[in-house]
């Protein structure tokens, strides 16, 4: 997590601004892989963990983010002060080449293949996967459907259930975004976009409580399993960010994709 994205979150629970407790790993860049986040208003902590924010309200925390946020609080506690823990500098650890194919291959894998399928179904199963390796990044009609609602280049971008992935970097690359963020409540999906994009700002959260402040980005866009009804009428959908606005304004559906460009600029 780089420190400006500071400026964006907040506290999923109470809504207050966030600090960073402590920071374990950091890069010489200033981006922290390991390290915990606290509420001044009501001190809930999230870990960061892997690069990425991990801003789940308990119970949503895995077992390994629960881990490192009470380590982490122990050592807060035992130095007094914020920043005791000793930090240690780590290289950037971005892959690249064989390697990073090889690792995104075992993560798709891993989550694709979860049980036995049927013949069937196993074949259908590894064309996904094919898909997930070779052409996540091909979203560029994703890019299209959002031109046609946007009056200029948003500066900054959210993906809300952006998954693994992909679609959140044509969009990032095609507007030439200052800031581009994805949030995604699966903690191996959060894994597998993180690598494939380390530009933008991976965050695990939850949408139904949204860990960004109002207002923190002029660009939306999430693609809901379903967005009409199964008469085929369009279902009304709110801007998850800022719903009031959102729902009176031009939260809009296109296909399978939805945009939000109420002018909530940052
Ligand atoms: C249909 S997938 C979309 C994947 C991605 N947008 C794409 O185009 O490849 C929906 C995604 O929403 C995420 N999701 C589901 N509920 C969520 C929630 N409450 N908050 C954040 N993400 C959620 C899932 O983990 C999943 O990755
Ligand atoms: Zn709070």
Redesign the pocket.
Known sequence: MRLETLEILRCPSCRGSLEVATRRAVSSSGRVREGLLGCASCQATYPILGWVPRMMIEPGLTEQERALAAELRGEVARGGAAEASPTQVVDEDWISGQDYRARIESLVRSKILYTEFSPKMRERAERDIEYRIER?DQ?DKFVKTAESYLEGAPRSIL?????????VTAFRKAFAAERSVL????DE?VELAWLRDPETEVIR????HMPFRDEGFDFLT????SSTSRSGKPVSLKCPVSPERGSSATTRTAGSSTTCTSPHLS
């Open positions: 996540t979203k993906d809300v259930g952006g998954g693994q992935g992909g679609a949030l995604d409540i699966d999906w959260g939850d949408a139904t999430r693609r809901p399993r």
